[in-house]
């Protein structure tokens, strides 16, 4: 009897007892949703309820940003907790399944990676448009389990899925087409897009619940094609102009998920001890009919309009519901938050760039995460300058209230907690400011790479350069 007793004690404190409270922690990624589009955000328009839960239960993060202004290299900021242009990843990914080099390099280490050195069971579901070459999908960067697809946006509806896989796409955007993925086999599916990726992962909480999980669920709307089903078009009888309506369809759709999440969640008993983000991978599209206010501009640019987003982050353990946080965060420190919880001690080979939000959110440290948040946009449209090619670049820096950013010319300077619309240039009142905030940009710039691949908008000349692509 002793001995069994003391082999009970012995297996007890052998045991990382840690493993039973992490908790879970599940990435909402939206895309291209505009700034003032949610209830949280000030929407008279567009009801979200779920979503503004997670916000009215947890934190907001005002002043919460991106590290790019578009898809691509927004989720390899995110993925990696690094400024992505660290690793060249600088530009929209194309959809080439055959380039084992369009993607996220394979030294780069995932926050699904991290979630597994302390055996989380992982899901990818959604957008990935991370790499589409075998070797770049989620099963092979740190996920178990993948719901969704591999190229920059989806079609909606199922009965557009008429294409068997990439053997039958023969253009970038035909890729929209391909019937959806679940692990490493095409599958026949039936329901609305944003339902399915709802329900999916809906189903993985209800399995997976018994140990800890991470999620990472990247819906593709609202981002076009702008594509609603009528359950959540006949929502809004009031918005006429159709674009719009579908658009807050869209959204509609998504707040119906989130809703479906937090019900499973509670229904386990694990809403407590669930960490969960919701943002959004840009700003609102030019082209999606979405709204940005009070941010300047869109998608695509280094305005407040590009890379400032919805933000909240909600943990009813640890985090003081109704908490708002106004200082600078970037999407990048979910990866350092994650790490901090879960796995302080970690050895990583890639310095990343994030911070452990908790102290700052708890209020246990008053200062800033970062003194310091910087942008470069490499350029969305490629133009032709004494007849060479070239892009427009563009950088930015936040410190504390104030943005630098200097644009094809223009050198700016603003208050954003003065004036978030980026209306008034105080760069003539503020030189030396400016001119150190450029010192810091020249400096953060000698860090980064050069895009290591061509971009979306580099299409024809990648077709030029590899008339294989869609060869098979
Ligand atoms: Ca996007």
């Known amino acids: 009897m002793k001995k069994i007793l003391l082999f009970c004690l012995l297996v007890l404190f052998s045991c990382d007892f840690k493993n039973d409270t992490l908790p879970n922690v599940i990435v909402i990624l939206v895309d291209d949703l505009g700034y003032g589009d949610l209830g949280f955000t000030g929407s008279n328009e567009i009801s979200t309820p779920n979503i503004d839960s997670l916000a009215e239960n947890g934190v907001i993060f005002t002043d919460g940003y991106v590290s790019y202004a578009v898809c691509s290299p927004s989720r390899a900021g995110l993925i990696t907790g690094r400024y992505q242009d660290t690793f060249g990843y600088g530009l929209n990914a194309l959809y080439t399944p055959k380039d084992p080099n369009m993607g996220l390099p394979l030294s780069e280490f995932t ?174 599209a030019k082209s999606n009919a979405s709204n940005n206010a009070p941010l300047k501009s869109h998608k695509g640019t280094l305005y407040e309009g590009g890379i400032r987003i919805p933000f909240v982050m909600q943990w009813p353990n640890e985090i003081k519901s109704g908490t708002i946080f106004k200082k600078p965060i970037i999407s990048l420190d979910i990866f350092a938050t994650s790490k901090a919880i879960i796995n302080p001690d970690l050895k990583l080979n890639n310095e990343i760039h994030g911070q452990n939000l908790l102290p700052y959110i708890k209020g246990n440290n008053g200062g800033y995460p970062h003194e310091h948040l910087y942008w470069r946009n490499n350029g969305h449209q490629p133009y032709i300058e004494n007849g060479v090619r070239a892009r427009y670049i563009t950088h930015a820096v936040r410190s504390k209230n104030y943005k630098m950013f200097i644009r094809r010319g223009d050198s700016m300077l603003f208050d954003l907690y003065s004036d978030i619309g980026e209306k008034n240039n105080i760069i003539e009142k503020n030189r030396p400011l400016f001119n150190e905030l450029v010192k810091k940009s020249v400096e953060w710039n000698k860090t980064l790479m050069d895009p290591i691949f061509l971009g979306l908008r580099d299409d024809e000349l990648y077709n030029k350069l590899n008339p294989d692509r869609y060869i098979y």
């Not at 053997?167 to 039936?190: G, H, M, P, S």
């Not at 399915?196 to 819906?219: G, N």
Request: proline share 3%; aromatic share 14%.
């Open 111 to 284: 926050i699904a990676d991290l979630f597994k050195t302390k055996n989380y069971k992982t899901l990818a579901v959604g957008k990935w448009h991370l790499g589409a070459h075998e070797s770049l999908r989620p099963l092979n960067r740190g996920f178990d389990e993948f719901f969704g697809f591999l190229t920059g946006g989806h079609q909606y509806f199922p009965e557009q899925w008429n294409l068997a896989d990439e053997t039958e796409v023969k253009c970038n955007f035909c890729a929209y087409r391909t019937k959806l993925l679940r692990n490493e086999e095409r599958i026949d599916e039936n329901e609305y897009l944003t339902d399915a990726l709802s329900r999916e992962t809906v189903s993985f909480i209800d399995k997976s619940f018994k140990s800890p999980f991470f999620i990472y669920l990247a819906y593709n709307a609202p981002h076009g094609p702008l594509q609603a089903s009528e359950k959540y078009l006949n929502r809004f009888p009031n918005i006429k102009d159709k674009r719009r309506k579908t658009y807050a369809a869209m959204v509609s759709s998504i707040d119906d998920g989130v809703g479906q999440i937090i019900s499973i969640l509670k229904k386990n008993e694990i809403y407590d001890n669930t960490i969960i983000y919701f943002l959004s991978d840009n700003g609102g």
